[in-house]
Nanobody, 119 residues
């Protein structure tokens, strides 16, 4: 059974940094992609950063230059390094992965980790 778990959230002041981790387990064949989303208030969940199986990365315009996604393939882990955090970065951050089951890609979500940026 595939499971996804995020960690590393917390409360920081504006300008601070956090590093989020996403660990996947129960992977049958491999992970096609790993990505990070966030959701705050009544807004829709938005894509923050993603990394394809080939290592290609993409970022939301609002976080470019401040957030960096990385991946440890051997440990089925993704990291989201966040610097120069702003109050508008406050949200629940979710990890979403695409898992290769041999017959296709299935998506899995973690339960999220809260990030609060406030003075």
């Amino acid at each position: 059974q595939v499971q996804v778990a995020e960690s590393g959230g917390g409360s920081v002041q504006p300008g601070g940094s956090l590093r989020l981790s996403c660990v996947a387990s129960g992977i049958p064949l491999g992970i096609n992609y790993m990505s990070w989303y966030r959701q705050s208030g009544g807004k829709e969940r938005e894509l923050v950063a993603s990394m394809s199986g080939g290592g290609r990365t993409s970022y939301a315009d609002s976080v470019k230059g401040r957030f960096t996604i990385s991946r440890d393939r051997a440990k089925h882990t993704s990291f989201l390094q966040m610097i120069d955090l702003k109050p508008e970065d406050t949200a629940v951050y979710f990890c979403k992965i695409g898992v290769d089951h041999g017959v296709g890609n299935w998506d899995y979500w973690g339960q999220g980790t809260q990030v609060t940026v406030s003075s």
